[in-house]
C-alpha cells in the first residue's frame, strides 16, 4: 500500500473505532497478529483485534463523550505516526477507578506499523499523568 492509502487506513481506524464506537471495523482494520506495545501506565490486553477490542471499551466506558481529534499526521513507507488529542468526561468507572465526572484533555503520539493492509503494531505514549491529574485521581502540582 502506498503512505497515503496506509494514512487513510489508520485515519479510518481513529475515527470508526475511537470516536464512533465502531468495534466490527476492528476486525478489518487491525492484524489477527497485532502487537500494541502498550504504554506502560496502560493496561495489556494481549495481541490481535480482541486486545484492541478490550482497549477501546475501557475508555470509551470511561469516557462515553470521548472525541479524538488527530492534530497531525506523518508517513514514511509502512508507518503512521499521529499526534493526537482526546477530550472527554469521566462518566465510567475505568481500571476500578469510579467515575469522576470530570472533563479531561490528553495528548498523545501513537506510530503505527502496516502491512498487507492492516495495522500489525502500534506504540503508544500519552499523557496518562496529566489526566489522572484533571481527574482528582493524582494531586496536580501547585499553580
Known sequence: MSTEQNKTLVRRYWEEVWNQGNLAVVDELIAADFDGHPAPSDADFGRG???QKQL???YRGAFPDMRMTIN???AD???VVLRWTARGTNTGEMMGMPATG???TVTG???NRLA???IVEGWTNFDALGMMQQLGAIP???A
Open 102 to 104: 470530570q472533563p479531561a
Open 77 to 79: 513507507g509502512d508507518r
Open 49 to 51: 483485534p480482541a486486545g
Open 56 to 58: 477501546v471499551g475501557l
Open 140 to 142: 496536580a502540582p501547585p
Open 72 to 74: 497531525d499526521m506523518a
Open 116 to 118: 498487507a493492509g492492516k
Open 109 to 111: 503520539i501513537v506510530i
